[in-house]
């Protein structure tokens, strides 16, 4: 078997994994694409990679940029004060352990609402401020996946450029 299909298998894993990871924080996420669109390029050695890493690789910057400012926008307007996300983050990854699949995104709403209940010592306004977060949390991931979306299209494009003129 030739060692760029044996490659281009292994950097599509990495790729779909990194794509998992935007949405499921436990795993690598936009890295583990810009790593894997790098690796690509170098297990290649022709122009086509190195084209597909320029694109993807500035792609996969502005989708992490992104998700930063909309989620700290978001925060900020709100007032949200970074221990709260601690807390959620915290009982998030509890209850990744605690609760398989769901409990990371389950612990981080509770321990982000029970922070926020601490700090505004009222149930209504602790969950409207625990929304707004988990809301921006989301938009920023929302965005920051689009961005690794265009990459990991902009590998497969590659890939059939490149296995096609072979």
């Known amino acids: 078997m030739d060692a760029h299909i044996i490659w281009?298998?292994?950097?599509?894993?990495?790729?779909?994994?990194?794509?998992?990871g935007v949405i499921i924080p436990v795993l690598p996420g936009s890295l583990l694409i810009g790593v894997s669109l790098l690796?690509?390029?170098?297990?290649?050695?022709?122009?086509?990679?190195?084209?597909?890493?320029?694109?993807?690789a500035p792609l996969l910057a502005a989708?992490?940029?992104?998700?930063?400012?909309?989620?700290?926008?978001?925060?900020?307007?709100?007032?949200?004060?970074?221990?709260?996300?601690?807390?959620?983050?915290?009982?998030?990854?509890?209850?990744f352990f605690v609760v398989p699949v769901v409990g990371l995104l389950l612990g981080f709403a509770v321990g982000l609402f029970l922070a926020e209940l601490a700090r505004h010592k009222s149930v209504k306004p602790a969950v409207s401020s625990s929304v707004a977060a988990l809301k921006a949390t989301g938009l920023g991931m929302l965005a920051e996946f689009g961005f690794a979306s265009l990459a990991a299209g902009t590998?497969?494009?590659?890939?059939?450029v490149y296995f096609l003129n072979r």
Do not use: D, H, N, Y
């Open 63 to 95: 989708g992490m940029v992104s998700s930063a400012v909309l989620t700290g926008r978001a925060m900020k307007a709100r007032a949200i004060p970074g221990r709260s996300i601690v807390a959620g983050l915290v009982l998030g990854v509890a209850g």
């Open 8 to 20: 281009t298998v292994i950097c599509g894993v990495a790729i779909l994994v990194g794509a998992a």
């Open 155 to 160: 590998w497969a494009a590659g890939v059939l």
């Open 39 to 56: 690796v690509w390029a170098l297990a290649l050695g022709e122009p086509v990679g190195w084209v597909v890493f320029g694109v993807g």
